[in-house]
């Protein structure tokens, strides 16, 4: 007798899921290109399979990421103490990372009032960014990072935030699939999960108009907490979509001494010996995490993660390295935070990369 479309769906999850294991999560090319020639039943589950197969083969792509932070980002570049150069991007990519997230404050370069027109200049040096990143190789994401307003007053916010996507998505619209967006950075204070849950719908639309494949990545509230994962719900019929989260767990050991945090300095001299207790935690918090990818077919980027400089050297490297692996079990893509700044993993005046670091990032002896 011929089975039902529901059986039909049936069979096919109980294949998938028998014959393919973690690639919900990790996926890669070669699974997506098998995928395709495998018989799904209904409309319905080829068009979740084929969600799942895209997101999960761009998560891919990035692999190993570095954040060119406080750059960018800063009010004004180089007013935290780095200004882009190409030989930046060089050694990233001689290193042997895939992608770079580059952080950038385009609020500070744009008008305040509608239409919130984003200077030709600052486009420029963001253009040359870009180019430097894709003429290497190297995977490219460009975010809205550091954009105040928003997490103050979001009501006034959101529309700022929706018009500069617009500006931004077009200009980048010719632009190669290896140019990544995401929406923004660490979204908290009064920019609520239901505040952002509800922002995202009319963000991804402005991005959509003029960008309809473009990979665009979308993290939970506060701070991008993989806790808060839960709370964020994205369109199943959108099949480019990675989500992000940021971990920085212990934070007294991974931000002692940060002059952002008050009090920070009392925390100076803490150690992570990797203990069984602090490996458990850190399993535990990206098991959650991966359950919450799974259930949802989403691939995870940890597009943050790093120990600031005041922190002991064995410490920073037994951390990163933890972190990492940890990520990469799982089918994590990620970035570390960041290149060359108080959690650098680059002295910008030896131009060198710190050794312990380094090796703990790339897994080499």
């Known amino acids: 007798m011929m089975p039902s479309a529901q059986q039909q769906h049936e069979r096919a999850t109980s294949e998938i899921r028998r014959r393919f294991g973690a690639w919900l999560i990790a996926g890669s ?169 509800a922002a995202i719908p009319e963000l991804l639309q402005a991005v959509r108009d003029s960008n309809p494949d473009r990979v665009v990545i979308i993290g939970p509230g506060n701070w991008n907490d993989a806790a808060h994962l839960p709370a964020l719900r994205l369109p199943s019929s959108d099949p480019r979509l990675i989500v992000t989260f940021h971990y920085y767990k212990p934070f007294p050991f991974t931000h002692q001494g940060s002059p952002a945090v008050r009090d920070s300095g009392r925390w100076r001299g803490t150690v992570w010996n990797g203990t069984s207790e602090e490996r458990a935690q850190l399993r535990n918090d990206f098991d959650a995490a991966a359950a919450w990818a799974e259930r949802n077919h989403r691939p995870l980027f940890l597009g943050e993660f790093g120990a600031r400089r005041d922190a002991d050297m064995t410490s920073r490297a037994s951390w990163t390295r933890a972190v990492a692996r940890e990520a990469e079990r799982r089918g994590f893509s990620w970035a570390y935070w960041e290149f060359g700044s108080d959690f650098g993993a680059y002295d910008l005046a030896a131009r060198s990369w710190h050794a312990p670091l380094l090796q703990a990032l790339m897994d080499r002896p």
């Not at 699974?31 to 799942?52: I, K, Q």
């Not at 959101?158 to 077009?170: D, F, S």
């Open 29 to 197: 090319l070669a699974v997506a290109t098998g995928l395709s020639a495998l018989s799904l039943g209904t409309p319905t589950m080829r068009a979740a399979v084929a969600t799942e197969t895209d997101a999960v083969s761009y998560n891919r792509l990035l692999g190993r990421g570095m954040n060119l932070g406080n750059a960018l980002d800063a009010p004004k570049e180089g007013a935290w103490g780095i200004t882009l150069a190409p030989g930046y991007f060089s050694a990233i990519k001689e290193a042997g990372f895939n992608s770079v997230r580059v952080p950038i404050r385009w609020s500070a370069h744009a008008g305040n009032e509608p239409p919130y027109t984003i200077e030709p200049a600052f486009f420029a040096r963001v253009d040359w960014a870009v180019e430097q990143a894709l003429s290497r190789g190297l995977v490219a994401i460009i975010n809205v990072h550091h954009n105040d307003e928003i997490h103050r007053d979001p009501a006034t916010g959101i529309p700022r935030l929706v018009a500069l996507w617009k500006q931004i998505a077009a200009h980048y619209r010719s632009q190669p699939e290896r140019l990544y967006f995401e929406l923004l950075n660490e979204p908290h204070d009064q920019l609520t999960d239901e505040r952002w849950q």
